[in-house]
């Protein structure tokens, strides 16, 4: 057996699950950290808009920018979790059997 197969088949799938929840969290904090970025560089967007709602005291823009950035990082778990499923089969809906 080739050592490129080996490394393809076998070592990869097993490689990719850690690599895989890793990206997924840090895109979730990439998320919450445009609002840091988006203020010190006073760059517009949905950063500086909720820094400024904040500062407003217009909490349903507040409340809006949170149910959005949480609906995205539940979205890009699920994603994960498809990933998971996608690149090894041997995780399934089993449960431990």
């Known amino acids: 057996m080739p050592g490129w197969y080996i490394v393809l088949c076998y070592a990869l799938p097993n490689a990719l699950i850690p690599?895989?929840?890793v990206l997924g969290l840090a895109l979730g904090d990439l998320l919450y950290g445009?609002?840091?970025?988006e203020t010190v560089f006073a760059w517009p967007g949905m950063g500086a808009w909720v820094v400024t709602s904040i500062q407003a005291?217009?909490?349903p823009a507040v409340m809006g920018f949170a149910?959005?950035?949480s609906f995205a990082y539940?979205?890009?778990n699920l994603v994960v979790d498809l990933l998971?499923?996608?690149i090894d089969p041997r995780i399934?809906?089993?449960?431990?059997?």
């Not at 399934?92 to 059997?97: F, L, S, V």
């Open 92 to 97: 399934g809906r089993g449960g431990g059997e």
């Open 84 to 86: 998971y499923l996608w």
């Open 67 to 69: 149910v959005v950035v």
């Open 19 to 21: 690599s895989i929840t």
């Open 34 to 37: 445009a609002v840091l970025t």
């Open 74 to 76: 539940v979205l890009v």
């Open 57 to 59: 005291l217009d909490f």
